[in-house]
């Protein structure tokens, strides 16, 4: 009746019959791998991944996202949960303020811990909509056990990520990394890390969910 009225009209007709649409999605639960072993470009990386957390964490409000980032431990062979999977930008601004560059990468480990994160948040919440952003140039030098290879690690881990049906993106970050190698082993997207932007992960986890 009110679309009626308003167009100054004294009989509804088929077009004013309107109805309320409700839009709701998943929320979803984004956890960045940095690689922030020291390299020319580290520092800058550092902190485009840090602004993007901030950034989703901002857009998160109301939406139930959560955001998590893992990073590499400054003279240890392993990895760290820099920040947990998380929707407070306060904390993640504590967390992240200070991430060290490491003079080691232990990728594989790296990219296990945020499978497990993951697959935690998943049992808690079972409609949230994982995806890893992997912000690396792929030249792992830390194997997940004494004597092992970094590289095959690397990859054995990104072909896990794909049988626990979890999305990666790969920003690469070096023109003669692996990169690429550990996209492909993920199904996942590579593009360079120059390219990477909040719209450009909107977009993606948009499409995802």
Not at 6 to 26: N, P, W
Not at 114 to 121: D, F, S, V
Not at 131 to 159: C, I, W
């Amino acid at each position: 009746m009110r679309a009626a009225v308003s167009r100054g009209r004294h009989r509804i007709r088929a077009e004013d019959l309107q109805r309320k649409v409700r839009h709701h999605r998943s929320p979803f639960a984004v956890c960045f791998v940095l690689d922030n072993s020291w390299s020319i470009h580290a520092e800058r990386m550092v902190e485009k991944a840090k602004g993007l957390v901030f950034r989703l964490l901002e857009d998160a409000t109301g939406n139930g996202d959560r955001v998590a980032l893992v990073a590499f431990r400054g003279g240890v062979p392993e990895a760290t949960v820099a920040l947990p999977l998380t929707r407070s930008l306060p904390l993640a601004y504590r967390r992240l303020r200070e991430v060290p560059l490491s003079g080691q990468t232990p990728l594989a480990d790296a990219l296990r811990r945020g499978r497990i994160l993951l697959r935690q948040e998943l049992s808690k919440h079972p409609n949230a909509v994982p995806l890893v952003v992997a912000v690396t140039d792929g030249l792992a030098t830390r194997p997940l056990r004494p004597g092992g290879d970094p590289a095959a690690d690397a990859l054995a881990e990104a072909r896990a990520l794909r049988r626990a049906r979890v999305p990666v993106v790969v920003a690469d970050t070096g023109p003669e990394g692996r990169a690429s190698e550990i996209a492909a082993a993920a199904s996942g997207v590579w593009m360079p890390a120059e390219q990477l932007s909040p719209d450009v992960l909107r977009e993606a986890l948009e499409q995802i969910a």
